[in-house]
């Protein structure tokens, strides 16, 4: 199959990259009104995150901010530190790593990975085993490209016993951006999930891997009720040059969706 033919094939409430709290300001222009008004030292840590340094105090200001403000002034803090990408910042980042606000610790680990620390896959670990399904859901949307494989192990636990149902899709589409032994079977877990969106996103990633021990897990999800899960299940096999494969989306020519036998058709070159 042509790479240019592979596309995800949505369903309706899928989940979507959100407006992530590090951007949050800059998406809403001012925070929640939950944390009182927008005051001058709300404005002033955005205006060092959007335009960057104006001073030599901005950074001691955000620091402090960081560690005595408001929830809101430590939200904006930690984002400001991240985009200026100051060096010094990072021992007072890593303190507030145990911020009790989801908020700031999910930008937190967004600023400390823009400093790109020796450790910095530890610090993404840190996020991905947060206590609070935001911090776990945003950090998979910082993951780099491809997915460093040390984390597999815990964005694999996130697939499987995750409460929430957008942290075990954003789970599957970090393996799906991850590359090496044990992915696969990785993202097998999510192939029986209750949660229609989230087979739709594993067999999505089964194709992107393009791994070969996927092949049995795809073929399994031939038989899936959701039309999407099929259509997906059948262009990932068609990734794989294995006669097999090919065999099992021969046989999806007859499925009771048009959108997945027009799938299949365009892989086996039927008319």
Known sequence: MHPDRFRFFPTAGLFSVMCLSLAVVGCSGKPGSGD?????????LQTIADHG?????????????LENGSVTERVLAAWALGEIEHAGAEPKLREALED????????VVGALVKL???DWVDILATGLSDRDS???QSTLSQLPEPTPLALVESISGLLN??????????????????RGDGVAEALARGATDL?????VHVAFALGKIEDSAAIPVLVTLLTDEQWEVRANAVQALGKYEDPGALEAVRGMLEDSSE?????????????
């Open 36 to 44: 009182g008004e927008w005051t001058a030292n709300h404005e002033r």
């Open 53 to 65: 340094l104006a001073g030599e105090d901005d950074v001691p200001f955000a620091l402090e901010r």
């Open 100 to 107: 009790p606000d989801a908020n700031v610790r999910s930008n």
């Open 116 to 118: 790109e620390p020796g």
């Open 134 to 136: 935001f911090v776990q």
């Open 161 to 178: 016993d995750s409460d929430d149902e957008t942290v075990r899709i954003g789970a599957a589409d970090a393996l799906g951006a991850a």
């Open 195 to 199: 949660a229609k969106d989230v087979r």
């Open 259 to 271: 959108s997945v036998r027009t799938v299949a058709a365009s892989i086996v070159g039927a008319g």
